[in-house]
């Protein structure tokens, strides 16, 4: 398969802590991929390093073959990189529609190449207004619930809610690597349940996912891999069917199920 992220011994450093200890990590294309461990571990610190809000101190960062450590927020999420961030952080006093304008605020005129049964060229010119029409009818398939609320403030919404929107705002920016950062904090059971159906729906529909996420348990039933941290250090990682079988691991790293 290919890859679309590859970190090779990335490190990070807030002042003279180290959160990120050498940490080396592949995601390939199609995949949901989970970063699990404790509080602490490091794992929304790495987030932060793929969207551009942290810079490595020392290690390298490749999204589709190319270096992006020197790269800005901006630049990262044009080329298609999108975070949905812990604690949502949506703009409560916009509406739902209004909040994912916010996300398709960068979309351009894109250009789709195709062949067609001759051998032929064809380059197809798809207009932003266009893209953004068809990025609100994606998000509303996957969360009917925000189409009903669209005029709605976002203030008004529960908190599934308002996590459905925060996901749906990061999908109308169209992400080729859409990061999750803690999508089930705070939310019950069966709200949990919906989410992470969804976000298999999103992969299966061809996005590549990285979820950070505590909840472990439910993160494996539907990641294809995962890696596990400890105090910034990846101290396990394989395929999520095969961690998810492993209940010393889920006990001593992940905190049962």
């Known amino acids: ?50 969207s551009g809000l942290v810079k490595p101190s020392m290690g390298v960062v490749m999204y589709e073959g190319k270096s992006i ?37 960068a979309l351009k005129t894109q250009k789709i190449t195709t062949v067609d049964e001759h051998g032929q060229t064809i380059v197809t010119k798809v207009s932003a207004k266009q893209r ?5 009818e994606r998000v509303y398939r996957y969360f009917p619930v925000l189409l009903e609320r669209r005029k709605q403030t976002a203030a008004t919404l529960s908190g599934g809610e308002q996590q459905m929107l925060a996901i749906g705002r990061a999908l109308m920016a169209s992400p080729k690597l859409l990061l999750l950062d803690e999508p089930s904090l705070g939310l ?22 990285l979820i950070v996420e505590q909840n472990a348990y439910q993160t494996l039933k539907i990641a294809d891999y995962a890696y596990v941290l400890e105090l910034g250090k990846v ?4 395929l999520s069917q095969d961690l998810l079988k492993d209940e010393t691991l889920i006990s001593a790293y992940l905190g049962g199920k």
């Open 1 to 50: 398969m290919e890859k679309i992220l590859e970190i090779r011994d990335l490190v990070i450093r807030y002042g003279p802590i180290e959160a990120v200890k050498k940490v080396s990590m592949t995601i390939e294309k199609g995949q949901i991929v989970a970063l699990l461990g404790a509080n602490g571990a490091g794992k929304s610190t790495i987030i932060k390093c793929i």
């Open 69 to 105: 450590e020197k790269l800005l927020i901006h630049q990262l999420s044009g080329a298609g990189i999108i975070c949905s961030p812990e604690g949502r952080l949506i703009f409560k006093d916009l509406t739902v529609e209004e909040n994912l304008k916010v996300g398709a605020y």
């Open 188 to 209: 019950a059971p069966l709200i949990v349940r919906d989410i992470f159906e969804i976000i298999k729906q999103i992969s299966q529909e061809g996005t590549t996912i």
């Open 235 to 238: 101290r396990v990682e394989g």
């Open 132 to 136: 953004m029409k068809e990025n609100f």
